[in-house]
């Protein structure tokens, strides 16, 4: 059982310093369901007092994540840039299907027209939920297993 942890965030579109991606959105952080051994992050557990053998068993979830996004685009300027989700952990772990958070902040992005790219890796298949919303954009790159779509 995933222990939920919701949080308040302060930010949600953040800089980056990734060689492909100017900005990275990170809605769940600070936990993965999929608990892979070979993750990076799972570094983070020190962050929330958790052994490293729980990883996997934990996800804070940035609950005001949508709201921050709208807010933030009021005053964005870098329009001709690019954003990856996710940076951290992964934006269609299974708490995606009940918080819907990756779907929404596309959903605004492409409310706003965003026309940079949108990166998305994933090992999940829920993203394939979203290939709708994914076409509203200019251009887009999933990164599923081994496969890319461009
Ligand atoms: S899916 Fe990605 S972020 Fe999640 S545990 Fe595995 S490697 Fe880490």
Redesign the pocket.
């Known amino acids: 059982m995933t222990e939920i942890h919701e949080i308040e965030s302060k930010s949600i579109l953040t800089r980056s310093n990734l060689p492909d991606a100017d900005f990275v959105i990170n809605p769940y952080t600070e936990g ?1 369901e ?3 051994h ?2 990076y ?1 799972s570094f983070m557990c020190r962050y929330v007092g958790k052994d490293i053998s729980e990883w ?1 068993n934990f996800v804070h979830v940035k609950k005001n994540a949508v709201e921050l996004l709208k807010k933030h685009l009021k005053h964005f300027k870098s329009w001709d840039s690019s954003i990856f989700f996710t940076s951290v ?2 934006p269609y ?1 299974g708490v995606e299907a009940k918080y819907k958070l990756t779907q929404q902040l596309l959903q605004v992005l492409s409310d706003h027209q965003y026309p940079g790219l949108i990166s998305i890796l994933t ?1 999940s298949s829920l993203v394939t939920r979203d290939i709708n919303l994914f076409h509203t954009f200019k251009k887009y790159r999933s990164r599923h297993d081994n496969y890319i779509y461009r």
């Open positions: 993965c999929f608990g892979c070979y993750c992050a996997g952990t992964d772990q090992k």
